[in-house]
């Protein structure tokens, strides 16, 4: 039988690839029903908010109050009609939904769920493997998805797919770096990119000094490193293509974007690998900024809340807090245009997440180097930077010119204050270069009759 341990284990590097292999099995079943049942979750819970949010009641038919709408959906899906488009490379159109959904599973691998615990007497890690580089795994998996997306657009051969597939490609390695970036600040005060090592390094801040105090610091690096965990919850939006970032999705001009042409199990695919991504970065969220399996304050308290099977339930709240805020942005925020989305990755997050990169590491070396505390780190380097970077905002010549002093410069008369602009009223429009084209022709054709019928004449 599952029997609890006696006291919480953090798992290390040693205690994988020592599992028999029927436990390798449960495990790996178990992450799979896990992902599923998140997704079916997901889906239900985003339509219940947004009902919630828009004063609609939502999902209400099938099932108790709706539950298992998701379910019934599902079922839909598979036994509707698969229309193969006429154009299609059928190869890779068959093998793209299976690019996009494998990466999304595989990506969970990596993930731990709990401590050390004891499974029919054999005791494991709640994970199914770690490796040194256990983050990178999570990224490439990421990166591979990129694939069955890009080869979905072009496979379907149709323009507005292909549209979908490359400004997703685009999208996802703009915000892909941006995500990178966030997390190296991580690895500099974990000092591991195992995502098993980056939970273990979260459970105590130590004693913090600053400005003549001394209190238990946080350890949480969402609290330590903000500005990383700001640039990462902002860039796995665009990764995952969600609202408002849905720009390969945008209805408005793509007719649905990369997966148009695809129905019944293959587009279900791609909606599974979607949430499954969302189930993923909220994970690695958790794991990375919010203590991982570790029960929050002031559930920490309790002895036994980060022993057994206890903190798995704290995991999945942290997951379930970060689909949440998924169906908040898309409840909330509407479409950017393509371009300020681009702009904003590249000149935005990008920059700022190398200048934390720089500022992490320089708190770092004069705290370990120089013993400099929180407090004397926050004051030397903290507040000049902040300051620097608020004047640099602040004065930076803006490219937007003054509608008042344009109008002024190009000739344009005032308007008076509140009335719809209006234009010149001593406008005149030319005429069209094609229409006085026609009528010279035309007239040209008349003066040649008239000129022969006078000469018969």
Same mark, same amino acid.
């Given at each position: 039988?599952?029997?609890?341990?006696?006291?919480?284990?953090?798992?290390?590097?040693?205690?994988?690839?020592?599992?028999?292999?029927?436990?390798?099995?449960?495990?790996?079943?178990?992450?799979?029903?896990?992902?599923?049942?998140?997704?079916?979750?997901?889906?239900?819970?985003?339509?219940?908010?947004?009902?919630?949010?828009?004063?609609?009641?939502?999902?209400?038919?099938?099932?108790?109050?709706?539950?298992?709408?998701?379910?019934?959906?599902?079922?839909?899906?598979?036994?509707?009609?698969?229309?193969?488009?006429?154009?299609?490379?059928?190869?890779?159109?068959?093998?793209?939904?299976?690019?996009?959904?494998?990466?999304?599973?595989?990506?969970?691998?990596?993930?731990?769920?709990?401590?050390?615990?004891?499974?029919?007497?054999?005791?494991?890690?709640?994970?199914?493997?770690?490796?040194?580089?256990?983050?990178?795994? %999570?990224?490439?998996?990421? +990166?591979?998805?990129?694939?069955?997306?890009?080869?979905?657009?072009?496979?379907?051969?149709?323009?507005?797919?292909?549209?979908?597939?490359?400004?997703?490609?685009?999208?996802?390695?703009?915000?892909?770096?941006?995500?990178?970036?966030?997390?190296?600040?991580?690895?500099?005060?974990?000092? *591991?990119?195992?995502?098993?090592?980056?939970?273990?390094?979260?459970?105590?801040?130590?004693?913090?000094?600053?400005?003549?105090?001394?209190?238990?610091?946080?350890?949480?690096?969402?609290?330590?490193?903000?500005?990383?965990?700001?640039?990462?919850?902002?860039?796995?939006?665009?990764? *995952?293509?969600?609202?408002?970032?849905?720009?390969?999705?945008?209805?408005?001009?793509?007719?649905?974007?990369?997966?148009?042409?695809?129905?019944?199990?293959?587009? +279900?695919?791609?909606?599974? #690998?979607?949430?499954?991504?969302? %189930?993923?970065?909220?994970?690695?969220?958790?794991?990375?900024?919010?203590?991982?399996?570790?029960?929050?304050?002031?559930?920490?308290?309790?002895?036994? #809340?980060?022993?057994?099977?206890?903190?798995?339930?704290?995991?999945?709240?942290?997951?379930?807090?970060?689909?949440?805020?998924?169906?908040?942005?898309?409840?909330?925020?509407?479409?950017?245009?393509?371009?300020?989305?681009?702009?904003?990755?590249?000149?935005?997050?990008?920059? %700022?997440?190398?200048?934390?990169?720089?500022?992490?590491? *320089?708190?770092?070396?004069?705290?370990?180097?120089?013993?400099?505390? #929180?407090?004397?780190?926050?004051?030397?380097?903290?507040?000049?930077?902040?300051?620097?970077?608020?004047?640099?905002?602040?004065?930076?010549?803006?490219?937007?010119?003054?509608?008042?002093?344009?109008?002024?410069?190009?000739?344009?008369?005032?308007?008076?204050?509140?009335?719809?602009?209006?234009?010149?009223?001593?406008?005149?429009?030319?005429?069209?270069?094609?229409?006085?084209?026609?009528?010279?022709?035309?007239?040209?054709?008349?003066? #040649?009759?008239?000129?022969?019928?006078?000469?018969?004449?």
């Amino acid at each position: 039988m599952i029997s609890h341990p006696i006291a919480a284990a953090s798992p290390t590097l040693a205690d994988f690839g020592t599992d028999v292999w029927w436990i390798i099995l449960i495990k790996v079943i178990g992450i799979f029903a896990l992902l599923v049942v998140l997704t079916l979750f997901a889906i239900l819970f985003e339509r219940k908010v947004v009902g919630r949010m828009q004063q609609r009641i939502g999902p209400n038919r099938v099932g108790p109050g709706g539950a298992l709408q998701s379910l019934a959906d599902g079922l839909k899906l598979a036994f509707k009609e698969d229309i193969m488009p006429a154009l299609a490379d059928k190869p890779i159109y068959f093998l793209a939904p299976v690019i996009a959904t494998v990466p999304a599973f595989l990506a969970f691998s990596v993930i731990p769920i709990g401590p050390v615990v004891s499974i029919f007497g054999e005791r494991t890690p709640l994970q199914l493997t770690d490796l040194p580089v256990g983050v990178l795994i %999570v990224l490439a998996c990421s +990166a591979m998805g990129v694939y069955g997306i890009v080869l979905a657009g072009w496979a379907s051969g149709s323009t507005y797919p292909l549209l979908g597939s490359l400004r997703s490609a685009a999208q996802m390695i703009s915000y892909e770096i941006a995500m990178g970036l966030s997390i190296v600040a991580v690895f500099l005060y974990a000092g *591991t990119m195992s995502t098993s090592g980056i939970v273990a390094a979260q459970e105590s801040g130590g004693e913090v000094s600053a400005f003549g105090l001394t209190f238990d610091g946080p350890g949480w690096y969402a609290v330590v490193l903000p500005v990383s965990f700001i640039i990462y919850c902002i860039a796995v939006v665009g990764e *995952t293509n969600r609202a408002p970032f849905d720009l390969p999705e945008a209805e408005s001009e793509l007719v649905g974007g990369f997966h148009t042409e695809y129905s019944s199990l293959k587009f +279900a695919l791609f909606f599974l #690998a979607e949430y499954i991504n969302m %189930v993923t970065v909220s994970a690695l969220a958790a794991t990375m900024f919010l203590g991982g399996w570790r029960a929050p304050w002031p559930i920490s308290i309790w002895d036994g #809340a980060n022993s057994g099977w206890w903190p798995m339930l704290w995991f999945v709240g942290k997951v379930i807090l970060g689909l949440f805020a998924f169906v908040w942005l898309r409840g909330t925020l509407p479409r950017m245009r393509y371009d300020q989305f681009m702009r904003f990755g590249w000149k935005v997050l990008v920059p %700022v997440a190398l200048l934390w990169i720089l500022v992490v590491a *320089t708190m770092r070396v004069l705290s370990r180097e120089y013993d400099f505390s #929180a407090g004397d780190v926050a004051l030397y380097v903290g507040i000049p930077v902040f300051v620097l970077v608020m004047a640099a905002v602040w004065l930076w010549p803006s490219k937007v010119p003054d509608p008042v002093e344009r109008d002024r410069q190009e000739g344009v008369p005032p308007t008076t204050p509140g009335a719809f602009p209006t234009p010149p009223l001593d406008l005149v429009v030319p005429p069209s270069p094609e229409l006085v084209k026609k009528n010279t022709v035309k007239r040209e054709a008349v003066g #040649a009759g008239k000129r022969s019928g006078g000469t018969r004449a």
